[in-house]
């Protein structure tokens, strides 16, 4: 056998494992079992190299970034907002679709340094500033801290049923899931382990809303953004 028909053999047995690969992790990554009928509505790699299906509070304070061969959404200082009531400071909102059941993750990386309210959020059911949902992923818990949040009308409340005392944040990207059921109330949030929720809740207050990335005062990148969702019809 000639070296060129080795090498293509080599290059396309290559390519298949590949691909292979590839199907096998979308397969392992992709949404729990209970919601596969929702269609993949919504993905972002940031391979483009810019943030322009994105709505940030302060757009000074967000840039792609490279990481060796990827690009990143980064946070990478504190916005210039001001919210009409206590709610997060730092947020960059999906602007094409508004959804009401939905499976939201991304990969998130905190590039802050390690204090009590270390932090990472994740925003969803966003009808304006003064009334959303969010998922406050702090380094230890209290009543303002690492648990999922309602802001309506007045300053944000915890509406966590169950949640873990904290988050262990370092310098690697984590995969966090949140998923919610409109019907029923339940609000779930993953860290990692997608088997096992770090925090639960039941509200049924907002039940169409947009989705964001953010934090509450801290800085941060996301990457990998993917949404399986019922995604709410566009009125003329």
């Not at 199907?23 to 596969?36: I, L, T, W, Y």
């Not at 169409?208 to 996301?222: Q, V």
Request: with cysteine.
């Amino acid at each position: 056998m000639g070296k060129k028909v080795v090498t293509l053999v080599v290059l396309t047995v290559s390519c298949v494992l590949c691909y292979a690969l590839s199907m096998a992790e979308e397969k392992a990554s992709g949404p729990p079992a209970k919601v596969k009928g929702m269609p993949l509505v919504f993905k972002e790699s940031f391979e483009k190299g810019n943030a322009e299906r994105w709505q940030p509070s302060d757009t000074s304070a967000w840039k792609i970034v490279a990481e060796e061969d990827n690009h990143v959404y980064s946070l990478f200082k504190g916005s210039k907002y001001s919210p009409p009531v206590r709610s997060p400071l730092n947020f960059s909102l999906v602007k094409e679709i508004t959804v009401s059941d939905f499976v939201f993750e991304a990969k998130l990386k905190s590039t802050n340094e390690e204090y009590g309210h270390r932090d990472l959020c994740l925003f969803f059911g966003y009808q304006d500033a003064s009334h959303f949902y969010y998922v406050h992923l702090g380094s230890k818990a209290d009543a303002n801290a690492n648990s999922i949040f309602i802001v309506n009308g007045e300053p944000r409340v915890s509406i966590a049923k169950t949640r873990t005392s904290g988050t262990k944040w370092d310098d690697k990207y984590h995969l966090v899931r949140v998923v919610r059921n409109v019907k029923n109330g339940n609000i779930k949030v993953f860290f990692d382990d997608m088997k096992k929720p770090v925090m639960t809740a039941s509200d049924k207050t907002f039940a169409w809303g947009r989705l964001g990335l953010g934090s509450f005062d801290d800085t941060g990148n996301f990457d990998d953004v993917r949404v399986w969702g019922k995604v709410k019809p566009q009125t003329k």
